[in-house]
């Protein structure tokens, strides 16, 4: 039997290189009308008035007040309203739409809205928390009253804008039945659906989501699109025609959801032998107006403190801070790669400041199999990130180069990062609040249909499920289905996000897959159900953050070289070496795309991609002015992958769509780092930065 | 209505000039840009279009040996590989944008957009260039610097069109241009410097310095860069502080979304250092 990881082509590249994928701009429907937002163009304050203009036939105006139930997203906190109340939290909040068949006079009928302001002074400082969470590990208190020496740093880190390719967008249509159907570029159809049900007052059958083609989502189609959906299903009610709301690129990078801004904090204990005794973590996130699902983003982030490394004593406090900053959100990483930012720079920084080598100093403190994990869980399956850094060292010549750089005022470095990233669901969140269903569906045909609500957004599962399927049932891949997900015919198997799906969903369709093996029938219709189960051994107390936080790890290893400017400080990437363990690759090339995708967006995140909100407003609002790496600014990649397979994984695979990108950042800084001799503590460390601390250090 | 115009030679397009006013666009990489609107709607540009891409009298290089010649609708990308061209202005465009952007992007249009961070605009100062502008009544010639009277503006009249670019033969034994942009590729100029210096015997005797991006307009002083005309290499080697500082008034950047003026200002000024530095 061949090894599953040799690769194959992606099964829907065809469709998508013939420009035949339908993504949801390319729908169209009769009697289509289109639907623009009207938003607020003061960050905050109170809407005194709001002049209409009469309409022309076929056009409608939508706010708050057409709404039937509940004006408020369902996300984890519910406080985000989809039509602005009289009270006006961030700067383009929407307030309505206008909804009509010709774009160019819904234009015109736009500029004769009339819209009167009061306006109050903004909040964009870290004051009022909003989300408070802590937890310990051991007994810091005593390691710092013991500690020979004490370091304290503070690191911040910026905005990141996903920059998918396909800008948000949604269509709306009701059917005969009076149900109501959504096609849109989403991450997580029943996310849609319960937020439309919630915001309907209606019942479940009266609401279908259906995901179009998906050009890239990054954690950007995770929460926001249940607010374009909630609008227009209020829009769908009153005209009762099909409505499409697509996103400009400008209105989409202006108001939609980005990576959380961070300010954290560490202070370390160390004893007289230069070890870590204990870490204390102050972890603050910016949430913007509306918070959303913040504090998941918060916990995944204050769980990673003690970043791949085990110390016995902890303490780390997070909170996420309402400010009239445009709301934030999901980002690949989702709040793993602020937190390997700063812990990254922090133990290069103490390793500094006791005068130790930083390597010698980080590997004595690797975390290894059997460690307490930082909330007192267990890292119980092998640990093989020597193994990655031996063979990722190797390759990128760190040491040798490390030496010659360190010495050496050529303007030259290399860095390195360590991190993991927990596969799933943050706690028992998988069997609480997730509970994911899965379905085989064989047909007469014998042709077996996979149903599952996770949807492909680039990351290859409309290739690597069906292989998975069809390897275990020892069928020709082409007899697989797998289509877009439909709420009316697809169980809920949960979101796809938080690198869970080839290990949760995929693990599940292995199962059932095995059992529809034992109990296959040709030409007759059979149909296999499998449920998620937790693993026995978890155990989570959501109240203390204390146990098992995920169920497995992947690990990472980066190595970036750079050369920097001395006259402009401009930073160019020479080479990067990557070392992964995720487990078993399902599709090796598939696996290799993100990381080729994911260290780019983690190296970008570090040095180049800058995006400030100045009094409320984004300054960066297109691609001209928020630089994303062209072909040009990244080298060639290399990538090593160690299989080190996870038993409850299908085949051994564990999570690996965000894993690497966590890393980018501070490998990218070291290497800055070593080549001007300076601290980094801020990301992006653009060429402005940069200069900043050659004048002033 | 509205009457767009898309004239097949030059005397169609001066004659349709004469008679309204129009909105020149030969390749539209900036106006397009600038007007643009909703997807799936027309870019709102508020005067009547005059497009001027099919008129391929003015999409030509002439050599004379005087000077060199470029015709008003030559694409960036033929002027880039043509060998009659100069290095400099060769190595400018490859900096410009992407493919895509050079296949319709011209010169001309570069200069009458205007913008103080257009990198064709930087070089061709440098380079002591002259436009040729024509109406259906007269042609003049006015120095490419001359003919822009802030950021996005410039003094044509509104019969007028730039007909052509002359860039005249001068001994160069160094030009270079350094484009300092917030990436590798296809990004707006942070801050960029053209160089146009020839040295003889170790002495100089041409000496342009253009900057861009640091100022409403390009930066380009004509008396500053000739107190270095006479001066010996060596010279200059030693006294380079001295030259950075008599640049530094010329230098009044700002910030804005794409850098702060902080570092724009010790960057050009950094820039010239570089160039003294590989004078030879």
Same mark, same amino acid.
């Given at each position: 039997?061949?090894?599953?990881?040799?690769?194959?082509?992606?099964?829907?590249?065809?469709?998508?290189?013939?420009?035949?994928?339908?993504?949801?701009?390319?729908?169209?429907?009769?009697?289509?009308?289109?639907?623009?937002?009207?938003?607020?163009?003061?960050?905050?304050?109170?809407?005194?008035?709001?002049?209409?203009?009469?309409?022309?036939?076929?056009?409608?105006?939508?706010?708050?007040?057409?709404?039937?139930?509940?004006?408020?997203?369902?996300?984890?906190?519910?406080?985000?309203?989809?039509?602005?109340?009289?009270?006006?939290?961030?700067?383009?909040?929407?307030?309505? !739409?206008?909804?009509?068949?010709? !774009?160019?006079?819904?234009?015109?009928?736009?500029?004769?809205?009339?819209?009167?302001?009061?306006?109050?002074?903004?909040?964009?400082? %870290?004051?009022?928390?909003?989300?408070?969470?802590?937890?310990?590990?051991?007994?810091?208190?005593?390691?710092?009253?013991?500690?020979?020496?004490?370091?304290?740093?503070?690191?911040?880190?910026?905005?990141?804008?996903?920059?998918?390719?396909?800008?948000?967008?949604?269509?709306?249509?009701?059917?005969?039945?009076?149900?109501?159907?959504?096609?849109?570029?989403?991450?997580?159809?029943?996310?849609?659906?319960?937020?439309?049900?919630?915001?309907?007052?209606?019942?479940?059958?009266?609401?279908?989501?259906?995901?179009?083609?998906?050009?890239?989502?990054?954690?950007?189609?995770?929460?926001?699109?249940?607010?374009?959906?909630?609008?227009?299903?209020?829009?769908?009610?009153?005209?009762?025609?099909?409505?499409?709301?697509?996103?400009?690129?400008?209105?989409?990078?202006?108001?939609?959801?980005?990576?959380?801004?961070?300010?954290?904090?560490?202070?370390?204990?160390?004893?007289?032998?230069?070890?870590?005794?204990?870490?204390?973590?102050?972890?603050?996130?910016?949430?913007?107006?509306?918070?959303?699902?913040?504090?998941?983003?918060?916990?995944?982030?204050?769980?990673?403190?003690?970043?791949?490394?085990?110390?016995?004593?902890?303490?780390?406090?997070?909170?996420?801070?309402?400010?009239?900053?445009?709301?934030?959100?999901?980002?690949?990483?989702?709040?793993?790669?602020?937190?390997?930012?700063?812990?990254?720079?922090?133990?290069?920084?103490?390793?500094?400041?006791?005068?130790?080598?930083?390597?010698?100093?980080?590997?004595?403190?690797?975390?290894?199999?059997?460690?307490?994990?930082?909330?007192?869980?267990?890292?119980?399956?092998?640990?093989?990130?020597?193994? !990655?850094?031996?063979?990722?060292?190797?390759?990128?010549?760190?040491?040798?180069?490390?030496?010659?750089?360190?010495?050496?005022?050529?303007?030259?470095?290399?860095?390195?990062?360590? %991190? !993991?990233?927990?596969?799933? %669901?943050?706690?028992?969140?998988?069997?609480?609040?997730?509970?994911?269903?899965?379905?085989?569906?064989?047909?007469?045909?014998?042709?077996?249909?996979?149903?599952?609500?996770?949807?492909?957004?680039?990351?290859?599962?409309?290739?690597?499920?069906?292989?998975?399927?069809?390897?275990?049932?020892?069928?020709?891949?082409?007899?697989?289905?797998?289509?877009?997900?439909?709420?009316?015919?697809?169980?809920?198997?949960?979101?796809?996000?938080?690198?869970?799906?080839?290990?949760?969903?995929?693990?599940?369709?292995?199962?059932?897959?095995?059992?529809?093996?034992?109990?296959?029938?040709?030409?007759?219709?059979?149909?296999?159900?499998?449920?998620?189960?937790?693993?026995?051994?978890?155990?989570?107390?959501?109240?203390?953050?204390?146990?098992?936080?995920?169920?497995?790890?992947?690990?990472?290893?980066?190595?970036?070289?750079?050369?920097?400017?001395?006259? #402009?400080?401009?930073?160019?990437?020479?080479?990067?070496?990557?070392?992964?363990?995720?487990?078993?690759?399902?599709?090796?090339?598939?696996?290799?795309?993100?990381?080729?995708?994911?260290?780019?967006?983690?190296?970008?995140?570090?040095?180049?991609?800058?995006?400030?909100?100045?009094?409320?407003?984004?300054?960066?609002?297109?691609?001209?002015?928020?630089?994303?790496?062209?072909?040009?600014?990244?080298?060639?990649?290399?990538?090593?992958?160690?299989?080190?397979?996870?038993?409850?994984?299908?085949?051994?695979?564990?999570?690996?769509?965000?894993? #690497?990108?966590?890393?980018?950042?501070?490998?990218?800084?070291?290497?800055?780092?070593?080549?001007?001799?300076?601290?980094?503590?801020?990301?992006?460390?653009?060429?402005?930065?940069?200069?900043?601390?050659?004048?002033?250090? | 209505?509205?009457?767009?115009?898309?004239?097949?030679?030059?005397?169609?397009?001066?004659?349709?000039?004469?008679? =309204?006013?129009?909105?020149?666009?030969?390749?539209?990489?900036?106006?397009?840009?600038?007007?643009?609107?909703?997807?799936?709607?027309?870019?709102?540009?508020?005067?009547?279009?005059?497009?001027?891409?099919?008129?391929?009298?003015?999409?030509?290089?002439?050599?004379?040996?005087?000077?060199?010649?470029?015709?008003?609708?030559?694409?960036?990308?033929?002027?880039?590989?043509?060998?009659?061209?100069?290095?400099?202005?060769?190595?400018?465009?490859?900096?410009?944008?992407?493919?895509?952007?050079?296949?319709?992007?011209?010169?001309?249009?570069?200069?009458?957009?205007?913008?103080?961070?257009?990198?064709?605009?930087?070089?061709?100062?440098?380079?002591?260039?002259?436009?040729?502008?024509?109406?259906?009544?007269?042609?003049?010639?006015?120095?490419?610097?001359?003919?822009?009277?802030?950021?996005?503006?410039?003094?044509?009249?509104?019969?007028?069109?730039?007909?052509?670019?002359?860039?005249?033969?001068?001994?160069?034994?160094?030009?270079?241009?350094?484009?300092?942009?917030?990436?590798?590729?296809?990004?707006?100029?942070?801050?960029?410097?053209?160089?146009?210096?020839?040295?003889?015997?170790?002495?100089?005797?041409?000496?342009?310095?253009?900057?861009?991006?640091?100022?409403?307009?390009?930066?380009?002083?004509?008396?500053?860069?000739?107190?270095?005309?006479?001066?010996?290499?060596? =010279?200059?080697?030693?006294?380079?502080?001295?030259?950075?500082?008599?640049?530094?008034?010329?230098?009044?950047?700002?910030?804005?979304?794409?850098?702060?003026?902080?570092?724009?200002?010790?960057?050009?000024?950094?820039?010239?250092?570089?160039?003294?530095?590989?004078?030879?």
């Amino acid at each position: 039997m061949s090894d599953i990881s040799k690769s194959i082509p992606k099964l829907d590249a065809a469709s998508k290189i013939a420009g035949e994928a339908l993504y949801v701009s390319d729908i169209s429907m009769p009697g289509m009308l289109y639907a623009k937002t009207v938003r607020s163009t003061i960050v905050k304050g109170k809407i005194l008035s709001i002049e209409k203009p009469s309409l022309p036939e076929g056009y409608f105006i939508i706010d708050r007040q057409d709404i039937p139930s509940r004006n408020v997203v369902k996300i984890i906190f519910e406080d985000m309203p989809y039509f602005a109340t009289d009270h006006i939290e961030h700067y383009g909040e929407p307030i309505l !739409l206008m909804v009509g068949p010709h !774009l160019d006079m819904m234009d015109e009928l736009i500029k004769k809205i009339k819209i009167e302001y009061a306006e109050a002074t903004p909040l964009f400082d %870290f004051k009022d928390s909003v989300v408070h969470y802590e937890y310990a590990k051991g007994d810091p208190k005593s390691v710092f009253e013991r500690a020979s020496q004490i370091i304290e740093m503070t690191y911040e880190t910026g905005y990141q804008e996903q920059a998918y390719i396909e800008p948000q967008g949604m269509l709306a249509y009701p059917e005969v039945s009076g149900k109501m159907t959504f096609i849109g570029s989403i991450q997580c159809p029943y996310y849609v659906k319960n937020a439309v049900i919630h915001a309907l007052g209606c019942s479940e059958d009266q609401v279908r989501v259906i995901q179009a083609t998906v050009g890239g989502a990054f954690g950007g189609k995770e929460e926001f699109p249940s607010l374009m959906a909630c609008q227009l299903a209020v829009a769908v009610q009153k005209a009762q025609k099909p409505i499409k709301l697509i996103y400009e690129r400008e209105e989409d990078m202006e108001v939609t959801t980005k990576r959380h801004p961070s300010k954290i904090s560490l202070k370390a204990s160390v004893d007289e032998f230069g070890n870590v005794q204990g870490i204390i973590a102050q972890v603050s996130l910016d949430g913007g107006a509306y918070v959303g699902l913040s504090s998941v983003v918060l916990s995944r982030a204050m769980i990673a403190a003690s970043g791949a490394y085990t110390f016995h004593h902890l303490s780390v406090q997070g909170d996420v801070y309402r400010t009239n900053n445009v709301p934030t959100g999901a980002f690949r990483g989702f709040g793993a790669p602020q937190m390997f930012f700063a812990i990254e720079m922090f133990m290069n920084h103490i390793a500094k400041a006791t005068h130790q080598d930083p390597f010698a100093f980080r590997m004595r403190h690797l975390a290894r199999q059997g460690d307490q994990t930082s909330t007192s869980g267990k890292f119980r399956d092998p640990i093989i990130l020597e193994d !990655l850094i031996q063979i990722a060292t190797q390759k990128a010549k760190y040491h040798q180069k490390a030496k010659a750089f360190s010495l050496t005022d050529q303007y030259k470095g290399i860095g390195m990062s360590f %991190f !993991l990233h927990g596969c799933g %669901f943050t706690g028992s969140g998988e069997s609480t609040h997730i509970k994911a269903t899965v379905r085989l569906h064989k047909l007469i045909s014998d042709k077996v249909e996979i149903q599952v609500a996770a949807v492909d957004m680039g990351q290859g599962l409309k290739t690597t499920l069906p292989k998975l399927v069809a390897k275990i049932l020892e069928i020709p891949i082409h007899q697989v289905i797998f289509e877009s997900p439909d709420t009316d015919v697809v169980p809920d198997s949960g979101p796809t996000v938080a690198s869970r799906t080839t290990m949760i969903v995929g693990g599940l369709l292995a199962r059932a897959a095995k059992e529809l093996k034992g109990v296959w029938q040709s030409g007759i219709d059979q149909v296999i159900t499998k449920r998620y189960e937790q693993p026995s051994y978890i155990e989570w107390d959501e109240a203390t953050m204390k146990g098992d936080a995920y169920p497995a790890y992947s690990w990472g290893v980066n190595i970036v070289e750079v050369e920097v400017d001395r006259l #402009t400080m401009q930073v160019k990437v020479k080479n990067v070496v990557s070392a992964y363990d995720v487990g078993k690759a399902i599709d090796e090339q598939i696996i290799r795309g993100q990381a080729d995708g994911g260290i780019t967006q983690g190296i970008a995140y570090g040095y180049l991609e800058k995006m400030v909100s100045q009094k409320g407003r984004i300054r960066q609002k297109n691609m001209t002015d928020y630089l994303i790496p062209t072909s040009v600014d990244i080298p060639k990649m290399e990538t090593i992958l160690i299989d080190n397979p996870y038993p409850l994984g299908p085949y051994g695979a564990k999570g690996a769509g965000e894993l #690497t990108l966590v890393g980018g950042a501070p490998a990218v800084c070291l290497a800055i780092e070593m080549a001007i001799k300076r601290h980094i503590t801020k990301i992006p460390a653009t060429p402005e930065y940069l200069m900043e601390l050659i004048n002033h250090e | 209505m509205v009457n767009h115009g898309m004239p097949q030679t030059l005397e169609e397009a001066l004659i349709l000039l004469k008679n =309204d006013e129009y909105q020149i666009i030969a390749g539209g990489t900036d106006l397009m840009v600038q007007h643009r609107h909703w997807a799936q709607t027309l870019p709102k540009i508020p005067k009547p279009v005059l497009f001027i891409h099919h008129v391929k009298e003015l999409n030509y290089l002439l050599d004379t040996p005087e000077y060199l010649e470029i015709g008003a609708t030559t694409p960036m990308d033929m002027i880039m590989s043509s060998p009659l061209v100069p290095k400099i202005l060769q190595h400018t465009i490859e900096e410009i944008a992407a493919p895509g952007i050079r296949h319709m992007a011209t010169l001309a249009g570069n200069i009458a957009n205007a913008s103080p961070a257009a990198d064709g605009l930087c070089t061709l100062i440098a380079l002591s260039a002259d436009l040729v502008i024509a109406s259906l009544d007269r042609k003049r010639m006015i120095k490419v610097e001359e003919v822009i009277s802030g950021p996005k503006r410039n003094k044509l009249a509104k019969d007028e069109m730039i007909i052509a670019i002359r860039i005249p033969h001068q001994d160069q034994s160094m030009s270079e241009f350094y484009k300092v942009g917030g990436r590798r590729a296809d990004a707006i100029s942070k801050v960029s410097l053209a160089a146009v210096i020839h040295v003889h015997q170790s002495i100089i005797t041409n000496w342009h310095l253009a900057f861009g991006a640091v100022g409403p307009r390009v930066v380009h002083d004509i008396h500053t860069d000739q107190r270095m005309i006479g001066m010996k290499i060596d =010279d200059v080697k030693r006294q380079t502080d001295a030259i950075i500082a008599m640049y530094e008034p010329l230098i009044t950047p700002i910030d804005d979304q794409r850098s702060t003026a902080v570092y724009r200002k010790q960057v050009a000024l950094n820039l010239i250092r570089r160039v003294i530095i590989n004078l030879h």
